[in-house]
């Protein structure tokens, strides 16, 4: 998925559909795995970061720190 928002990466990377139920779920293990996303940051055009969500958020990167707000 690629987006602008990073609150839809979140969303994309801690939550899953249960289509059974119809709702969301936590996303903390798929098929006895933990869940994976890797998070790209381009900044005019290149790529500037890539790496999972603690990484992203531990960065201290003034652009990133702009878009990133950690998990609480």
């Known amino acids: 998925m690629v987006t602008h ?3 839809d990466g979140n969303l994309i990377a801690n939550f899953r ?3 059974k139920q ?3 779920e936590p996303a903390s293990h ?3 795995q933990a869940a994976r996303t890797t998070f790209m940051v381009m900044k005019e055009g290149r ?3 890539e790496g999972d969500q603690d990484l992203l958020e ?3 990167d003034v652009y990133i720190s702009k878009f990133v707000k950690p998990r609480e």
Do not use: K, M, P
Request: glycine share 12%; no cysteine; hydrophobic share 40%.
């Open 5 to 7: 928002r990073y609150q």
């Open 47 to 49: 790529l500037i970061f």
């Open 30 to 32: 798929v098929d006895g």
């Open 58 to 60: 531990a960065s201290q």
């Open 22 to 24: 119809g709702v969301l």
């Open 17 to 19: 559909y249960n289509s």
